[in-house]
């Protein structure tokens, strides 16, 4: 029995080497199928994002850039109809967010309100698109509206404080804006970002005897690849 129980030991220990160099043979994606799949999904993200970053560079009317991005969401979609649902999403998300950036750009608020709506994963507004619809109520002298979509971008997000100083600049609340431009130069985590500079700017304005004070919050953009701002 003891022999027979050896025996065994030394078949499975066999095996399971046998396994290991059968495997040695095999690409990483035959032996990891799941990453091959992952890779594929970000390849279509890449060559969607590269699509829409055209139409961002693009100097199209802004009807035709509408149309644009309709007509590509579409046909990725058509295409693109076996890929998962989160893919399909995002992809969808990001085009409702340009749609945002054109309408906002040509002042017509409510569209593009609607537009960062549709653009928000599970129906969750905070940090950009929270943003970006305070920005639109301020357009509209909607502010106590404007206000609470500053309250939704959530104190983590790193253009929380500017966008609130951005608020309380369009509503003329002159010391409270200081106040935050002052908090975010003595923030050297913010040295190297534009909203130090932009802030130190804002900061001399309201240093002036008659400042002219902004209209406007902070819009992000999510142009693919380069961080810049619609500001």
Do not use: W
């Amino acid at each position: 029995m003891k022999k027979l129980t050896i025996l065994i030991s030394i078949l499975f220990f066999y095996s399971s080497c046998k396994e290991q160099v059968d495997k040695s043979n095999l690409s990483h994606h035959e032996i990891h199928p799941g990453c091959k799949h992952e890779e594929n999904l970000a390849k279509v993200r890449d060559t969607f994002n590269l699509k829409l970053l055209s139409l961002y560079n693009s100097n199209l009317t802004a009807d035709k850039l509408i149309f644009k991005s309709d007509s590509l969401i579409k046909s990725f979609k058509n295409s693109n109809f076996e890929l998962n649902n989160e893919v399909t999403s995002f992809c969808e998300a990001q085009t409702n967010y340009f749609k945002a950036e054109i309408f906002y750009k040509n002042g017509n608020y409510q569209k593009s309100i609607d537009e960062l709506k549709k653009s928000s994963f599970f129906g969750i507004i905070t940090g950009d698109v929270a943003t970006g619809i305070a920005a639109n109520y301020i357009k509209l002298e909607k502010y106590d509206k404007a206000k609470i979509f500053v309250d939704s971008i959530g104190k983590a997000y790193y253009l929380y404080d500017y966008a609130l100083a951005n608020y309380y600049e369009s509503i003329k609340s002159k010391n409270e804006a200081i106040k935050i431009y002052r908090k975010i130069i003595a923030d050297k985590a913010h040295q190297n970002q534009f909203i130090y500079k932009s802030s130190k700017l804002r900061l001399e304005k309201m240093k002036e005897e008659n400042p002219v004070f902004l209209n406007e919050i902070i819009f992000p953009t999510r142009k693919p690849g380069k961080e810049t701002y619609n500001q």
